[in-house]
């Protein structure tokens, strides 16, 4: 039941229109005073709904509907199946209190491809390629892993097929649904790569259940910390494999947090940060240009094109930056102001690391310590490599790592 503060309903509709919608539904439209909604939706409703139609306005904006509450109007907006699913109710409930708006969501095409694959959706990646990349999709990439992926627009398939190809996954069987749940409902399948049709209806969604060639990159789309050094374009300036586990370990990342990765060298710990959860959020700080290509390479190569990057040295680069709820700072601990403004800017509760090599950068993080408390701990590495006939162990450089919490 709709509260009595409430202005906006927001109606989700499927390809069956007006037809399928429930009770709930349709008195909200005979209510409204103005119906939003995609010209698609609009038309979608039978002359017999007396409120004043409203396509949204190009390019999108929020405003158009907070508009029609200054104006004192009861207002509808039309969506795509589950308008809390990579729809518009998701976007509305950003800037609009929930007493204020009621949501009436139908199947979503995530569902009907569901229940037609017999997918059980708690067990899959849901995406949108809606004005996202495909390198977004990198972190779901692995043999047997179930994908639904909204495109955005009908060379998505096309697009997406030779995209896994190119990285391994030509095996991988694709279906593709057009209008799901209309009468011109239509379902394509082929292998990725030996798909055929260049272009598809443009509203259309994608399941594929991958299938890994011999030649996949498989280490690439492991899900723990710790990817191999080869897994990433550098220089030598990377935290080595072995520590970044440890490290991320110690910034704990956790869904939504904020990570300012400072001193970033090749993104290692802010593309690491960012592929332990979805929502996870990173800033990485770098002055070297040539490292900040490495880190555009990077982010995208391994499934985190939304990686920030800030061109510029720390501490001067940090103004004006979102607050951190972990900061990471692989160089630069000796640098004035460094340390400080990271720690002024965390968060309360946040989690500052930091590593050091060298005799000035550990002196610095001692001395740092004894102010504000912590903990040091000195991680040492050996491998074995040959030595003739025999092995040794080759030491690394020890690397003193640094970890505190604010209070």
């Known amino acids: 039941m709709q509260g009595t503060h409430v202005w906006l309903t927001v109606v989700g509709i499927g390809e069956d229109g007006y037809a399928g919608l429930g009770r709930a539904a349709r008195r909200a439209l005979f209510e409204a005073q103005v119906v939003m909604g995609g ?21 999108f904006s929020v405003y158009s509907v907070l508009a029609q509450r200054e104006a004192g109007l009861r207002v509808c907006v039309l969506a ?16 609009i209190a929930p007493e204020e708006m009621a949501v009436l969501p139908a199947p979503s095409s995530l569902s009907l491809a569901a229940a037609q694959l017999g997918w059980a959706l708690q067990d899959v990646a849901a995406v949108s390629l809606v004005g996202r990349p495909l390198d977004g999709l990198r972190r779901h990439l692995h043999a047997g892993s179930r994908v639904l992926a909204l495109s955005a627009d009908g060379r998505t398939p096309a697009a997406l097929a030779a995209w896994l190809a190119t990285l391994g996954f030509g095996a991988t069987r694709l279906t593709v649904f057009e209008h799901l749940g209309g009468e011109r409902e239509r379902r394509l399948d082929g292998r990725a790569d030996a798909w055929q049709a260049s272009k598809v209806a443009a509203l ?36 080595k494999r072995d520590v970044r586990a440890l490290t991320l370990a110690r ?24 592929r332990a959860h979805p929502a996870c959020r990173a800033i990485a700080i770098e002055s070297n240009v040539e490292r900040q290509r490495f880190i555009e ?4 190569a391994l499934g985190v094109p939304a990686l920030q990057l800030v061109a510029g040295r720390a501490p001067d680069a940090l103004a004006g930056l979102a607050a951190p709820d972990a900061v990471f700072i ?20 946040g989690r500052l ?16 310590r004894a102010q504000h408390g912590g903990t040091l701990t000195r991680i040492g590495i050996g491998e074995a490599e040959p030595l003739g006939r025999f092995d040794t162990w080759r030491q690394a450089l020890p690397v003193t790592l640094y970890e505190a919490t604010k209070p």
């Open 80 to 95: 795509s199946g589950d308008p809390m699913l990579f729809g518009v109710g998701a976007t509305l409930a950003r800037c």
């Open 353 to 368: 690391v930091a590593n050091a090599v060298t005799v000035q950068s550990e002196a610095a993080l001692v001395a740092w």
């Open 297 to 300: 390479h990077n982010r995208e």
């Open 39 to 59: 010209a698609r939706h609009l038309a979608l409703l039978p002359a017999r709904v007396r409120a004043r139609r409203k396509p949204w306005p190009q390019p």
């Open 251 to 274: 910034l704990a990342p956790t869904a939504g947090a904020l990570l300012w990765d400072v001193g970033a060298g090749s993104g290692s710990i802010g593309i690491e940060w960012m």
């Open 204 to 239: 259309n969604l994608v399941a594929f259940e991958c299938a890994a060639d011999a030649n996949a990159n498989a280490h690439a789309w492991t899900l723990t910390p710790g990817l191999p050094d080869e897994a990433y374009l550098h220089d030598g300036q990377l935290t």
């Open 330 to 349: 692989g160089g630069g601990v000796t640098v004035p102001g460094v340390l400080e403004t990271c720690w002024d800017r965390l968060a309360s509760g």
